[in-house]
């Protein structure tokens, strides 16, 4: 299976579709079933105590598995998730960008599942892990 | 088990600790072990299409599970998530406030498990279900 | 939406599908959209410490909503779960049997969702809890 | 980090401790922080089609962490389950063991964190994914 997507045309199709987000992620690394997001962090990432809060961490485990999908099949159609879990394991460093690693296990016709684990930029124990299944339209 | 906080209290503490996003939201009702809880919703919680995005809810969940356990245990010391599943099931209404219908299934010395249905504003079926766990810090 | 089978004619799917375990439970309830399930507990369903395990568990879940959706969709074809979430609460009570209590969050066209609270027979806090995707083949 | 039980000791702990299941079970690799367990796939652990169940390999996840854990901590004190997730992502092959391929992702004083995936034997893509979280008892 190859990119159907690079990650210019990626980036392209964040901004239009998501201009809310899209500048708080950049795509570090793209290949086959694999994308390395980051999350910009910015105050609006923080919980108190300033590290990276876990709405921000299920939102960047989200868009990186979106991202994977829609490099592979394409930007047809509207790809939804329905359900994903995530477990939260250590204290992410202060001041740091949030690197996503993200493979996709499975790409199906009708859904799709990706697993990711999250890192403070620099850190080498992950803070977070998730996994989440897309569901893709008929095409 | 009764309330050590009540919604005003908890309304307070969550103002002067989640200054960025108590305004998101309002206690519609709070009882022991259980919480309504009603996300307000604004642009900033939407996706492409005009709905409630998935990190929106979870932020919904995970602040309800949260409040309902700090009314019962008080504001002492930072509880935190370390895990949760979620489930989208259906499409949220457009233009409606979310409401989280949040309740405890377990509060211990250590761990604390909430469960919540998440609909839209005037909905009968539920757009996501999600639980989460909560780790209590010593006292 | 009303039920397709009644307990009874679920009962003698089961047993001709799934000889090795139909006679590990028995159906106490049944509603449209809803299920309360009954482990016959046993020593094979037992750890260590004489309490019922988590694989049984995870399996008494599963069991329920397979049945709640059969129910309502009819013995037509095989329903696959696609993924599940389960979170351990309390310790079972040792000898007494475990009910799920089952409700079915949405039962779309390909996807449907259940949510089940487990009780150690004549408790009244929850063990367990479950929610689990089914993955429905077209008909 | 280093193992505090070696492949033989595991092996023993588990025929003394859970001798209803034990022999399902064989570990075919055991480093500091992971773990491959082998699941000899016998007639109990299959559903109607001949493959293995979904319950199986929840147990077969359950047990590979659980011994990941305890070839770190030894075999003091009893650890339980708090949680899991499970992704069901392809059919297993018919007549062939499954593979766990287990690591720790966390193992901290009072929780560890272990992920999953899951191969029949001989078959590249995993056939399920699973993340648990363990309890450790104070010591």
Redesign the interface.
């Known amino acids: 299976m190859s990119l159907k997507m690079d990650a210019g045309q990626l980036q392209a199709f964040m901004m239009q579709?998501?201009p809310?987000v899209s500048n708080d992620f950049a795509i570090d690394r793209l290949a086959p079933m694999e994308i390395d997001l980051r999350l910009k962090v910015a105050?609006?990432h923080?919980?108190?105590?300033g590290t990276v809060?876990?709405?921000?961490m299920?939102?960047l485990a989200?868009c990186a598995i979106y991202l994977a999908v829609l490099a592979m099949i394409g930007p047809q159609g509207?790809a939804?998730?329905?359900?994903?879990?995530?477990?939260?394991?250590?204290k992410p460093a202060a001041g740091k960008d949030m690197i996503a690693k993200c493979k996709l296990?499975?790409l199906?016709r009708?859904?799709a599942?990706g697993?990711v684990?999250m890192f403070s930029d620099g850190m080498e124990?992950?803070v977070a892990?998730a996994?989440m299944?897309y569901?893709i339209p008929p095409r």
Chains 1, 2, 3, 4 share one sequence.
């Not at 923080?46 to 105590?49: A, N």
């Not at 809060?53 to 921000?56: D, E, L, V």
């Not at 939804?80 to 250590?90: A, E, K, L, Y």
């Open positions: 579709e998501f809310q105050d609006r923080l919980r108190p105590g809060s876990g709405p921000s299920f939102s989200d509207l939804v998730t329905t359900n994903g879990s995530i477990d939260f394991m250590r296990l499975k199906g009708v859904l599942v697993d684990l124990q992950p892990r996994s299944t569901s």
